[in-house]
């Protein structure tokens, strides 16, 4: 083989490599390579059943999610409160009533979990308790968000056939509740439910300590005094006959269940004793006799 020929075919395997290189040096970058990103940090968040939006707003802030309960309040509403806007026109005259913070409208807008919600209070017991796990530096609306989109499924889906009993659902939640804070066992929550909800019809008071404990904010003692008890608040069922405006915490699926199957049976009345368990009574005068149950 000749010099001319050699040197032209080194030529073109050169020219060749050239151009294999600079189509690989394009390709990469047109084509970067893909790194994996590091893992988003998160965290576990639980929710306990009977907790009010109190016990959540600080316990969010607790986990740094928000700096104080005012900022949580600012998109769930605050507890015992009511708002005028624009689905409670009928709250804009009323002297108890405080204008709306805007996030919490939006979200009370947005959200189609609040389809049996009353209007003007706050979202209590709409956040349902569960372990959660959330990105560390979630939004605090975020945070909400996915509370609340547990209770739409926890609470609301399958609920269609108590549509034909008439009674709102958010009345099924804040009866809920109620059996949530009044019981300790589960076989006893259908039972509550069914007195309860008698009460109800009949117009009665429901006289339930629990609902006085949320308007009043109280903690720890399990009974009221009657000084207590007089305490001028719509979520006081010994001054205001049938239910609160809205739920006193966010109830257990379980309490959900009992609020909407309640077991009919032919008690009136029901005391916890200290070690939780249920007395029954037909006559206040049996009810009185279960006192000796309390100590």
Same mark, same amino acid.
């Given at each position: 083989?000749?010099?001319?020929?050699?040197?032209?075919?080194?030529?073109?395997?050169?020219?060749?490599?050239?151009?294999?290189?600079?189509?690989?040096?394009?390709?990469?970058?047109?084509?970067?390579?893909?790194?994996?990103?590091?893992?988003?940090?998160?965290? /576990?968040?639980?929710?306990?059943?009977?907790?009010?939006?109190?016990? @959540?707003?600080?316990?969010? #802030?607790? !986990? =740094?999610? &928000?700096?104080?309960?005012?900022?949580?309040?600012?998109?769930?509403?605050?507890?015992?409160?009511?708002?005028?806007?624009?689905?409670?026109?009928?709250?804009?005259?009323?002297?108890?009533?405080?204008?709306?913070?805007?996030?919490?409208?939006?979200?009370?807008?947005?959200?189609?979990?609040?389809?049996?919600?009353?209007?003007?209070?706050?979202?209590?017991?709409?956040?349902?308790?569960?372990?959660?796990?959330?990105?560390?530096?979630?939004?605090?609306?975020?945070?909400?968000?996915?509370?609340?989109?547990?209770?739409?499924?926890?609470?609301?889906?399958?609920?269609?056939?108590?549509?034909?009993?008439?009674?709102?659902?958010?009345?099924?939640?804040?009866?809920?509740?109620?059996?949530?804070?009044? /019981?300790?066992?589960?076989?006893?929550?259908?039972?509550?439910?069914? @007195?309860?909800?008698?009460? #109800?019809? !009949? =117009?009665? &008071?429901?006289?339930?300590?629990?609902?006085?404990?949320?308007?009043?904010?109280?903690?720890?003692?399990?009974?009221?005094?009657?000084?207590?008890?007089?305490?001028?608040?719509?979520?006081?069922?010994?001054?205001?006959?049938?239910?609160?405006?809205?739920?006193?915490?966010?109830?257990?699926?379980?309490?959900?269940?009992?609020?909407?199957?309640?077991?009919?049976?032919?008690?009136?009345?029901?005391?916890?004793?200290?070690?939780?368990?249920?007395?029954?009574?037909?006559?206040?005068?049996?009810?009185?006799?279960?006192?000796?149950?309390?100590?």
């Amino acid at each position: 083989m000749s010099n001319d020929k050699l040197y032209k075919i080194i030529g073109l395997i050169a020219l060749f490599c050239v151009l294999m290189g600079t189509c690989f040096f394009y390709y990469r970058y047109l084509h970067p390579k893909y790194i994996t990103p590091p893992p988003r940090p998160e965290i /576990t968040l639980t929710i306990i059943p009977g907790w009010n939006l109190r016990q @959540i707003a600080e316990y969010l #802030v607790s !986990k =740094g999610f &928000a700096t104080s309960t005012k900022n949580v309040y600012e998109l769930t509403g605050e507890p015992v409160t009511f708002y005028y806007i624009d689905c409670s026109k009928d709250l804009r005259t009323s002297p108890l009533a405080k204008p709306c913070p805007s996030d919490f409208y939006s979200m009370y807008e947005s959200h189609s979990g609040f389809a049996g919600k009353n209007a003007g209070i706050s979202l209590e017991g709409f956040l349902a308790p569960e372990t959660y796990r959330v990105f560390a530096d979630a939004k605090l609306s975020d945070v909400i968000n996915k509370f609340l989109d547990q209770g739409y499924k926890d609470y609301w889906v399958g609920t269609s056939t108590i549509l034909s009993t008439g009674i709102p659902l958010g009345d099924f939640l804040t009866m809920a509740s109620i059996i949530e804070k009044e /019981t300790k066992f589960d076989e006893d929550r259908p039972i509550v439910s069914d @007195i309860l909800w008698r009460r #109800v019809k !009949k =117009g009665w &008071a429901l006289q339930v300590d629990s609902s006085v404990h949320y308007a009043i904010d109280k903690t720890g003692n399990v009974f009221t005094t009657n000084k207590e008890r007089q305490f001028d608040s719509l979520w006081n069922t010994y001054k205001y006959p049938g239910l609160p405006p809205g739920p006193i915490c966010s109830p257990s699926v379980e309490s959900m269940q009992a609020s909407i199957n309640p077991k009919e049976n032919d008690y009136w009345y029901f005391l916890s004793g200290k070690d939780g368990h249920m007395h029954y009574a037909k006559t206040l005068e049996e009810h009185n006799k279960n006192k000796k149950y309390l100590y």
